[in-house]
């Protein structure tokens, strides 16, 4: 299994970013996939899911109504649109995909916000 997240940057306060996690090495369409995050001195947060089928989808408080999470199984790839993005919102972001009972992980795509 192999894991790859990308589309981080550095972005201002109030502006938007969109994250892809590409995957391979499994059936991408019988899994369901999440985004978590990291930020300075912090520790590792969920912030999302996305489920398979139909694509029910969950959020954290800290990002609801801002992060809309997706997925195109035709490219194997999960998305995280950002948008009216925080200062504490800077983080880097992973994405993680359970197979078979195993956690995968890519190596994260780093995000900043500045004010």
């Known amino acids: 299994v192999h894991v790859v997240e990308s589309g981080g940057g550095l972005v201002q306060a109030g502006g938007s970013l969109r994250l892809s996690c590409a995957a391979s090495?499994?059936?991408?369409?019988?899994?369901?996939l999440s985004w978590l995050r990291q930020g300075p001195g912090k520790g590792l947060e969920w912030i999302s899911e996305i489920l398979t089928g139909g694509g029910s989808t969950y959020y954290a408080d800290s990002v609801k109504g801002r992060f809309t999470i997706s997925r195109d199984d035709a490219k194997n790839t999960m998305y995280l649109q950002m948008s009216s993005l925080k200062p504490e919102d800077t983080a880097v972001y992973y994405c993680n995909i359970v197979v078979r009972g195993y956690d995968y992980w890519g190596q994260g795509t780093q995000v900043t916000v500045s004010s």
């Open positions: 090495g499994f059936t991408f369409s019988n899994v369901a």
